[in-house]
């Protein structure tokens, strides 16, 4: 494995535990908050939306670091894969 | 919500979570029964917050992975071609197949699931842990493609990550090393769900007061279970799987004879 897979890797791996701990804060925070205001469920729900991103943002993240690496197949089959995935978004408030 | 309920809620994701990094099958598998047998949720709505719990193992656990290369990222990507439009197309049709079909199709999942663990945890009592992860070079694309693109279809209809399926054909046919098609799994499965939890959200089919719980709990269980998983026997967790997935299954048999999952 080449060192700038390495560095990819680690990118990645920071992203997806960003997303995590975010979420994590979160949903906790809500939880908690909702015994004591109303709006408590919203900070939850906020952090489920953030759960829902990280998915789009770990694909997001490796395009770009496939771009960064100068290699174009895997950057375009990750393009291909947010396609799908941002088309599922859309197709799902849809419906 | 009470207070009780929510923190039963916290403690059902907790074991799944803590399951899902330490066994390597997403806690999934126990949530929706349990929300749809003891909950009494319908059966797309218990599919819907379990994805999202598939999402928090994925996301939780290959923070781990990838940051120990373990994960192969290209691999990943490429199956998830296939998996995403499985997915996609999966959880457009559910919402038309009725509550008892998607019923009998999980207890099967389960019974399935159950099956294969007892395989893996009789494998596990004399394969030694690979500690170096040999060279390899992924083969029979067309294959992994295909059973990603099944894979991909249970999960946005049952809820699953599809792991059950995905590593043994990277593994058999792919010929990529367990440990790598494990993690590469792990990873895939959070797009996979991701895909199929934008239709069911859409859709107003994942209920945030049960999610939110659930979530927090299988956060918890799954960065626990990924910090302690090399120092623990799997066989013993796996048996315990195994029954767990079987009761759960028995359960939604009995359930659907008696006429419930209406």
């Known amino acids: 494995m080449s060192r700038q897979d390495v560095a990819a890797d680690r990118v990645l791996s920071l992203t997806l535990k960003f997303g995590a701990y975010m979420a994590f804060a979160l949903i906790v925070a809500g939880l908690v908050l909702q015994f004591v205001a109303s709006w408590g469920s919203r900070v939850a729900a906020a952090g489920l939306l953030v759960l829902l991103a990280t998915p789009v943002l770990r694909i997001i993240v490796a395009c770009l670091q496939f771009l960064r690496e100068r290699d174009f197949k895997y950057a375009l089959v990750s393009f291909g894969v947010l396609t799908i995935v941002v088309l599922a978004y859309v197709l799902g408030i849809q419906t | 919500m009470t207070l009780a309920a929510m923190l039963l809620l916290v403690a059902i994701g907790f074991c799944a979570g803590g399951f899902g990094a330490l066994a390597g099958v997403g806690g999934g598998i126990i949530v929706t029964p349990l929300l749809a047998i003891?909950?009494?949720l319908p059966m797309h709505q218990a599919i819907g917050v379990t994805l999202l719990c598939v999402i928090a193992t994925s996301t939780?656990?290959?923070?781990?992975?990838?940051?120990?290369?373990?994960?192969d990222v290209r691999l990943?990507?490429?199956?998830?071609l296939a998996t995403t439009v499985g997915?996609?197309?999966?959880?457009?049709?559910?919402?038309?197949?009725?509550?008892?079909?998607?019923?009998?199709?999980?207890?099967?999942?389960?019974?399935?699931?159950a099956g294969s663990l007892v395989k893996k945890a009789w494998d596990s009592r004399y394969t030694k842990r690979e500690e170096v992860i040999p060279d390899y070079t992924p083969q029979n694309y067309p294959v992994g493609l295909a059973a990603s693109l099944i894979a991909g279809g249970f999960s946005g209809l049952l809820g699953i990550g599809g792991g059950p399926i995905k590593v043994p054909v990277m593994l058999l046919f792919m010929k990529v090393p367990l440990r790598v098609a494990a993690a590469t799994s792990n990873f895939m499965?959070?797009?996979?769900?991701?895909?199929?939890?934008?239709?069911?959200?859409?859709?107003g089919d994942v209920r945030v007061d049960i999610a939110a719980p659930l979530v927090a709990g299988v956060f918890a269980g799954s960065l626990l279970g990924a910090r302690i998983s090399p120092?623990?026997?799997?066989?013993?967790?796996l048996m315990l799987l195994v029954c767990i997935a079987?009761?759960?299954?028995?359960?939604?048999?009995?359930?659907?004879l008696t006429g419930g999952f209406q």
Request: aromatic share 16%; hydrophobic share 50%; charged share 10%.
């Open chain 2, 38 to 40: 003891y909950f009494g």
């Open chain 2, 76 to 80: 990943g990507m490429t199956l998830e």
């Open chain 2, 189 to 203: 499965i959070g797009v996979t769900a991701g895909t199929s939890a934008y239709v069911y959200w859409g859709r």
């Open chain 2, 246 to 256: 079987g009761w759960l299954a028995i359960e939604m048999i009995y359930k659907l």
């Open chain 2, 60 to 71: 939780a656990t290959s923070s781990m992975y990838v940051e120990r290369h373990v994960t």
């Open chain 2, 231 to 237: 120092k623990v026997r799997s066989f013993y967790i």
């Open chain 2, 87 to 113: 997915a996609l197309i999966a959880a457009l049709v559910a919402h038309h197949i009725n509550r008892r079909t998607l019923a009998v199709l999980f207890a099967c999942f389960l019974l399935y699931t």
